[in-house]
């Protein structure tokens, strides 16, 4: 069984927020200095663990309708 992936939430360029699930914030932090190995310091220090994805972020299912908040799985 797969262990749940985290969420993060960074910015880069400031401002623009982006978001990631990775295993463990180490995975994440490789992610970020492999996507921006120019500027790391500029980007690792917005990375933040998140709790949930934000409001806009839709989920859905096979057939395209969108799963409410309450019955999506955990992960």
Same mark, same amino acid.
């Given at each position: ?15 623009? #927020? ?8 180490? #995975? #994440? ?47």
């Amino acid at each position: 069984m797969t262990p749940p992936l985290l969420k993060f939430r960074y910015e880069y360029p400031p401002g623009e #927020a982006h978001f990631l699930e990775a295993p463990s914030a180490e #995975a #994440a932090v490789l992610f970020l200095r492999r996507t921006y190995p120019h500027n790391p310091v500029d980007v690792l220090p917005t990375l933040r663990e998140i709790s949930r994805w934000p409001a806009f972020w839709k989920t859905v299912d096979g057939q395209g309708l969108v799963v409410p908040d309450n019955v999506k799985p955990r992960s």
